[in-house]
């Protein structure tokens, strides 16, 4: 039945014998039913009164089951001006079978007149748990949670980006009610997040925007020339550290998990040392959640059948002491997460964290020829003493009008805006319980909010 109406929308636009592009417009709204139509703000085409091709652009909402039947969502993703990973298919399929238990799904498709994807908006809806029962509706982007995702939006085709976010707030406006938008991992400079924000804000009435700094090394075309980016102390720490470790045991290697049967055994390693770490230090961890497991499972199998995957292991003596767990996309290497062996003791011997980090550094460079090494959230020292530059994402909170809406800034915005007051004045030990605590309440891992990594 929809190809149908698709076939009779194609035709009301291409009537010849219609005068106007407003009259073919309602005449395609009038024919294809539930899809809503939405022109854009592209110009016509000189010389003719008929619309451009990307100028009428349809929106729908495409349920989890329908996802693997988006063949060119990739397509749209790659075509974007800032592409991320984090907006690819298996990235957004792999998060929702892990944490879409409870959520509504609002992932909404644009497309042109030819069936093509212009753009995605991976969105949910949420009813936040509050202490007050309150029927509020949160929206937010569908990889916003727990697992690490850093630059999450909106996903257009160059060019078209004020044009799908205005289609999907169209969408968005007929379809559902949502008295907050949460707008988490917006990259500064990306002109398809500003667009989504600027769309949702038309329909909001207070915005409050939190920026967070995140770390990547821009990597040259030699790897002699990247270590002479680096402090002469830490260089030459990091070669001595390297040797003793191979002149202690000359069985030392590193090497790239390659193989799908390897997967499930060097994660649950790498599990294993991440836990151990965490829990020393009195947080649950971030593994201790059988989804974060599940999600990670998942998407690895996904990215290693894509060959983007990056899972680089240390082994000593037959057993892995460190891991380094991160994929590539557009050039970039996103390092995700790493553990290494705490309860490893040799003399002269420490930090093989930091000597496989220099391996898959030499890698990124030498093999891979990558522009970036990306760390992702945080400025942390244990990041910038690798010769990072900084870069940024927000999160923006759009509340709706009305009652309602400022109901849910109180809940959401209003809230965090008070923990940030408590966390300034009290003492160490209350706010990692009141983190903790938080953490647990928005159905995350406890270790959401731990401190800074490790190597």
């Not at 539930?34 to 592209?42: I, K, R, Y």
Request: charge should be positive.
């Amino acid at each position: 039945m929809w190809r149908h109406r698709l076939g009779r929308v194609r035709d009301a636009l291409r009537w010849r014998g219609m005068r106007g592009r407003a009259l073919a417009l309602a005449m395609a709204q009038v024919l294809a039913g539930p899809t809503l139509v939405v022109e854009s703000e592209s110009p016509e085409i000189e010389g003719r009164g008929a619309p451009d091709p990307l100028a009428v652009l349809t929106a729908e909402r495409v349920p989890p089951a329908h996802w693997g039947s988006i063949d060119d969502w990739d397509d749209a993703v790659a075509a974007a001006a800032r592409p991320s990973v984090f907006l690819t298919r298996d990235w957004v399929t792999a998060w929702w079978a892990a944490f879409g238990s409870g959520l509504e799904p609002m992932l909404i498709r644009v497309t042109d007149p030819g069936g093509r994807t212009v753009g995605l908006a991976p969105l949910y809806l949420e009813r936040p748990k509050l202490v007050v029962r309150l029927p509020l509706r949160r929206l937010g982007i569908i990889g916003d949670r727990v697992v690490g995702s850093e630059y999450l939006g909106l996903v257009a085709r160059a060019g078209q980006e004020a044009a799908v976010a205005k289609a999907v707030a169209a969408r968005l406006a007929r379809e559902v009610r949502w008295d907050v938008a949460e707008l988490t991992g917006l990259v500064a400079g990306d002109p398809a997040g500003d667009a989504l924000e600027a769309a949702l804000l038309g329909k909001g009435e207070r915005r409050r925007v939190t920026p967070h700094a995140c770390a990547m090394i821009q990597l040259p075309a030699d790897y002699e020339t990247y270590l002479a980016t680096l402090r002469p102390t830490f260089r030459r720490a990091s070669r001595q550290r390297a040797n003793r470790l191979r002149r202690r045991f000359p069985s030392t290697q590193t090497y790239l998990t390659d193989e799908e049967r390897l997967l499930e055994p060097h994660l649950a390693r790498l599990w294993e040392m991440h836990q151990v770490h965490w829990n020393a230090a009195g947080y649950s961890g971030a593994f201790a959640d059988g989804r974060m497991r599940s999600f990670y499972l998942d998407v690895s199998r996904r990215l290693l059948a894509a060959g983007s995957l990056r899972f680089w292991q240390l082994q000593i003596d037959g057993v892995i002491r460190a891991s380094q767990y991160g994929f590539v996309h557009h050039g970039v290497l996103h390092a995700l997460q790493s553990a290494y062996d705490t309860t490893f003791r040799a003399p002269g011997v420490d930090g093989p964290g930091v000597t496989l980090r220099f391996d898959a550094l030499r890698h990124a460079i030498e093999t891979d020829h990558l522009r970036g090494y990306d760390f992702l959230g945080g400025v942390e020292d244990f990041k910038t003493r690798w010769g990072t530059s900084t870069h940024d994402t927000r999160t923006v909170y759009i509340t709706a009008r009305g009652t309602r809406g400022r109901l849910a800034w109180l809940a959401t915005a209003g809230t965090r805006d008070l923990f940030s007051r408590v966390v300034s004045i009290a003492p160490r030990g209350l706010v990692k319980a009141l983190r903790v605590a938080r953490a647990r309440r928005r159905g995350a891992p406890g270790s959401t909010t731990q401190p800074s990594g490790h190597e």
